[in-house]
């Protein structure tokens, strides 16, 4: 469990320097490839950071995944929300960070871990992460819908 948790705070510091890929007023339909590339990995990271710490009920996994999608500041659709004719929903860092309340340690990593201080909830967006499953792969895509 110590080493799961060395893992994840490695990974945030390793990521947050570099994560102001999606600054304040840029416009998310004009990323080149190699940031919308460079963005996915950072999504994915945190997507599984935080399935795995919702799974194990540990609270440094899910506080550091919320972290990197506030450093990110883009709308990112929750995979388990993904059903058949439901709209996906989207994660949510403040929510996720409430959460982790519950779990044990919680309160120690709220007070530890916290959303980028840039972080605004996004409006009405045109472009986000989404989640799809086909029949022969399951994954996230940049959709400008």
Same mark, same amino acid.
């Given at each position: 469990m #110590?080493?799961?948790?060395?893992?994840?705070? $490695?990974?945030?510091? *390793?990521?947050i320097?570099?994560?102001a890929?999606?600054d304040?007023?840029?416009?998310l339909? %004009?990323?080149?490839?190699? @940031?919308?590339?460079e #963005?996915g !990995?950072?999504? @994915?990271i945190a997507k599984?950071?935080?399935? #795995?710490?919702? !799974?194990d009920g540990d609270?440094? *996994?899910?506080?550091?995944?919320?972290?990197?999608?506030?450093?990110? /500041?883009? =709308?990112?659709?929750?995979?388990?929300?993904? %059903?058949?004719?439901? !709209?996906?929903? *989207?994660? =949510?860092?403040?929510?996720?960070?409430? $959460?982790? =309340? /519950?779990? %044990?340690?919680? !309160? @120690?990593?709220? #007070?530890s871990? %916290?959303? $980028?201080?840039?972080?605004? @909830?996004?409006?009405?967006?045109?472009?986000?992460w /989404?989640y799809?499953?086909?029949?022969?792969?399951?994954?996230? *895509?940049?959709?400008?819908?």
């Open positions: #110590m080493r799961y948790s060395i893992l994840a705070l $490695s990974a945030a510091l *390793f990521l320097p570099a994560a890929v999606a304040d007023g840029a416009d339909r %004009k990323l080149s490839a190699v @940031e919308i590339a #963005m !990995k950072r999504v @994915e599984g950071l935080i399935a #795995m710490g919702q !799974k609270a440094q *996994f899910v506080a550091v995944g919320a972290r990197i999608l506030s450093e990110l /500041n883009v =709308n990112v659709v929750d995979p388990a929300s993904v %059903k058949d004719g439901a !709209k996906p929903q *989207f994660y =949510n860092p403040r929510t996720l960070m409430d $959460s982790i =309340n /519950n779990l %044990k340690g919680g !309160k @120690e990593v709220a #007070m871990v %916290k959303l $980028s201080a840039d972080y605004t @909830e996004p409006g009405q967006t045109w472009c986000y /989404n799809q499953c086909t029949p022969t792969y399951c994954g996230q *895509f940049w959709d400008c819908g």
